[in-house]
């Protein structure tokens, strides 16, 4: 089991920039695909952005493609989020999550550990 927790969300203008992080512990993290989703109020989860264990392969929501950019630094068992021209719609609670699939995966099922979250509010 891996641990992950998500931090950098905040309040930031319609435009801005943030960078969200994802803290992994607890077993071999370069092993492991990470995923980031989000949840707005009243609304289902949603996948936005996923990496590959060895950081080559990414996948994309095409709400964001353009914008958001992820990464991951093994050395320090981190996975980014770097999020720009934000948007309102943008607003919800961000997720990680761990994957020992090979490839890339954009369905909740397919991931097995999940962080708790951080929230992202984007101004008009």
């Known amino acids: 089991q891996v641990q992950l927790v998500e931090s950098g969300g905040g309040l930031v203008q319609a435009g801005g920039s943030l960078r969200l992080s994802c803290a992994a512990s607890?077993?071999?993290?370069?092993?492991?695909?990470v995923g980031w989703f989000r949840q707005a109020p009243g609304k289902e989860r949603e996948f936005v952005a996923a990496i590959n264990w060895s950081g080559r392969n990414t996948d994309y929501a095409d709400s964001v493609k353009g914008r958001f950019t992820i990464s991951r630094d093994n050395a320090k068992n981190t996975v980014y989020l770097q999020m720009n021209s934000l948007k309102p719609e943008d607003t919800a609670v961000y997720y990680c999550a761990g994957s020992s699939r090979l490839s890339t995966a954009s369905r909740t099922y397919e991931y097995n550990d999940w962080g708790q979250g951080t929230q992202v509010t984007v101004s008009s």
């Open positions: 607890g077993r071999t993290f370069g092993s492991y695909g």
